[in-house]
């Protein structure tokens, strides 16, 4: 039997400095061998990054316990000297946010040489060639041009190839990848899925991936290993985990899949738009050249657009980021300057003075993509849902608000007792129920939801879904659902529409789209998604 390139034993990791000490992975085995690619899965809190930075004892005071063997050296008792001779050289990592794992004040070229000038000792000429063709074979277009720009001045897939370029330059036995497509547009996430296999069959390296995407790590892993609380709870290859799952939390897993359709709706014939847009235009001023040069254009973020959303209805808005989807939203409720004709229940918003508007926006409101950001950290749950009711129903009580905040968050699955905490007291799923509960409390009939399930795992996201379904139903509320996820748009949306460079490229009825697709970006958005091929609806190509 072959010996394992990485073999964890009863790896146990705590951090004592907490109170009360914190134990967050317990008793964990297994192994990888060499060119072998697995993938560590579970929900956020589950262990599995804990357990990968473990690897390369990146850490800061905490308590191991087992085993940790690379090659048939225990790690654990490396020192750290020792272990900065193997990070980089030969287990390399790529972590979940580029922009925050990147220097900042460091040009892409200094970060993708830094590995080869501190592990092999080359020259500064002889690591600029090899950074350059390492950032072309990872798809960095003109990497002379891009040799000396800093993060911030690349895409989010730029970065990541920019990530896999440093992760890869010294050719690692075991590469590690935490994450390594959350962020991204589903196109993104196929190039860069593709990206790694091309260069794991090439180099000849195994793969750890560390991701709560089923679709993804089915399509790229070919073991499986599951944790939940800190623990493994089921191995198995990719084709026997999805077939037949022992589990009962990894059959919760796959089961928490986006499914489903919309709710049903009942069609009036000559139905009355609640909400219309005609020619909406939002442009941006971009500036070329140097400063004393200065010379602009204009970028269309949105592009002549029309759109029409109904009572009770959801209109999905599906694109990669850029194509303008959310600069739309926040233009139809007049957050975002534009141009163009936007009337809601016959109202025209866009001839309104933000005095007039004041009245109308309890009609339409907003749940932003991060619940922790649009919450206040200052304020308590009780003050955030009051603020809209003292601002659109002064003329409620003190026990009047407070008996409608209390029946909101039970409509929303929350208790009464969490008035008092903060926000930063919730999980993610928790602050999502909460910003949707601001939403509704002060009774609208549009809501406009921006990515509202795109940081929350599966189990939450497909919770946060039926809640919003039911609340559709309940309260006849019309939704404009803005995502990359298509799983997710199919679930919930009547119409879609498919934005790029600020136009609509292709709408219609959701199954008439993700079935019958004529637009040519729309299939690759579509074929890009991972969709399981044994799904019924497939795509016609």
Same mark, same amino acid.
């Given at each position: ?179 390594? !497509? %959350? ?5 993104? *996430? @196929? =190039?860069?899925?593709?990206? &790694?296999?091309?260069? #794991? ?124 989807? !959310? %600069? ?5 409720? *007049? @957050? =975002?300057?534009?141009?163009? &004709?936007?009337?809601? #229940? ?133 939704? @404009?659902?803005?995502?990359?996820? &298509? ?55």
């Amino acid at each position: 039997m072959m010996t394992p390139l990485l073999s964890i034993d009863n790896l146990s990791v705590a951090f004592p400095h907490t109170q009360p000490p914190v134990s967050v992975v317990e008793q964990v085995s297994f192994s990888v061998a060499a060119g072998e690619r697995v993938a560590l899965v579970g929900e956020s809190g589950s262990g599995k990054s804990v357990t990968a930075l473990s690897i390369l004892g990146l850490h800061q005071n905490a308590h191991y316990s087992g085993k940790i063997l690379f090659q048939d050296q225990n790690l654990l008792q490396y020192s750290p000297a020792q272990l900065r001779r193997v990070r980089g050289k030969d287990i390399a990592m790529i972590f979940q946010e580029p922009m925050t794992a990147l220097n900042p004040v460091q040009t892409i070229g200094q970060q993708v040489m830094e590995p080869l000038l501190l592990h092999e000792g080359v020259g500064r000429k002889h690591a600029k060639q090899r950074a350059l063709a390492m950032l072309e074979q990872t798809g960095i277009i003109d990497p002379d041009k891009r040799f000396n720009a800093y993060p911030h001045m690349l895409s989010g897939g730029q970065r990541q190839r920019v990530m896999i370029a440093m992760a890869l330059i010294c050719r690692p036995k075991l590469l590690i990848a935490d994450e390594p !497509t %959350t962020a991204l547009d589903v196109t993104i *996430q @196929l =190039q860069i899925l593709e990206l &790694l296999s091309d260069m #794991q069959q090439q180099f000849g390296m195994a793969v750890l991936l560390i991701s709560h995407d089923l679709n993804l790590v089915r399509r790229f892993a070919d073991r499986i290993c599951v944790m939940q609380r800190g623990r493994l709870v089921e191995t198995a290859t990719v084709d026997a985990l999805f077939q037949q799952p022992q589990h009962r939390y990894t059959q919760h897993l796959l089961n928490s899949q986006p499914s489903g359709t919309a709710p049903p709706r009942t069609v009036v014939e000559q139905q009355v738009a609640l909400l219309e847009a005609q020619q909406v235009v939002c442009q941006f001023p971009l500036s070329h050249g140097q400063w004393w040069r200065r010379q602009q254009s204009m970028l269309n973020a949105v592009d002549h657009v029309d759109l029409t959303v109904y009572a009770g209805e959801t209109v999905g808005i599906v694109g990669e980021s850029g194509s303008g989807k !959310t %600069t739309l939203g926040m233009c139809l409720l *007049q @957050l =975002q300057a534009c141009r163009g &004709l936007i009337r809601f #229940q016959r109202h025209r918003l866009d001839t309104l003075t933000p005095r007039a508007l004041r009245p109308l926006r309890k009609q339409f409101q907003v749940v932003f993509q991060d619940p922790y950001s649009s919450l206040s950290p200052r304020m308590t749950i009780e003050s955030i849902l009051a603020e809209g009711l003292i601002i659109h129903y002064p003329q409620l009580t003190a026990a009047q608000r407070r008996e409608r905040i209390v029946d909101t968050l039970h409509e929303v699955g929350l208790s009464d007792n969490m008035l008092t905490r903060y926000p930063h007291e919730f999980s993610g799923g928790q602050r999502q129920r909460i910003a949707i509960a601001r939403a509704l409390i002060v009774q609208p009939e549009f809501i406009l939801l921006d990515e509202p399930t795109s940081a929350l795992d599966v189990s939450v996201q497909k919770q946060v879904l039926e809640l919003l379904k039911t609340l559709q139903i309940k309260h006849n509320i019309s939704y @404009l659902f803005i995502t990359h996820d &298509l799983k997710v748009i199919r679930a919930m949306a009547h119409r879609i529409i498919v934005m790029r460079h600020g136009r609509f490229v292709e709408h219609g009825y959701t199954e008439t789209v993700f079935t019958m697709p004529r637009e040519a970006y729309t299939k690759t958005l579509l074929q890009a998604s991972l969709f399981d091929s044994t799904e019924p609806n497939q795509i016609v190509n």
